[in-house]
């Protein structure tokens, strides 16, 4: 069983930046490719990004350039950078695991297994 616990969202105004962390436990996300997703009010969860165990990250093109995921293996925990940030980007953000290999794009949602809570981000205008 893996858990994951995000933080760090936050009310911001428009164009400030923030850093969401997520910790797993239960097991290394080191041979583990991990997700973020979004879902805003009224709207289905959506893709954000992912990174895959070797380092290799790929994002949404809503969020192309302005945001950036990385990963410390050590700390067991995924980061995702948020920079310039919109009203638009205003959700909750979920992180996500997945330990196996599937075949399947990293942003096909049914892919993961393991989802955290979720932090909620604000962003004012």
């Known amino acids: 069983q893996v858990q994951l616990v995000e933080s760090g969202g936050g009310l911001v105004q428009a164009g400030a930046s923030l850093r969401l962390s997520c910790v797993a436990s239960?097991?290394?996300?080191?041979?583990?490719?991990m997700g973020w997703f979004r879902q805003a009010p009224g709207k289905e969860r959506e893709f954000v990004g992912a990174s895959r165990s070797g380092g290799s990250t790929t994002t949404a093109d809503s969020v192309k350039g302005r945001f950036t995921i990385s990963r410390d293996n050590a700390k067991n925990t995924v980061y995702l950078q948020m920079n310039s940030l919109k009203p638009e980007d205003t959700a909750v953000y979920h992180c996500?695991?997945?330990?196996?290999?599937?075949?399947?794009?990293?942003?096909?949602?049914?892919?993961?297994?393991?989802w955290g809570q979720g932090t909620q981000v604000t962003v004012s205008s």
């Open positions: 996500a695991a997945r330990p196996w290999a599937t075949g399947q794009a990293m942003d096909v949602m049914s892919s993961y297994t393991y």
């Open positions: 239960g097991r290394t996300i080191s041979t583990t490719t």
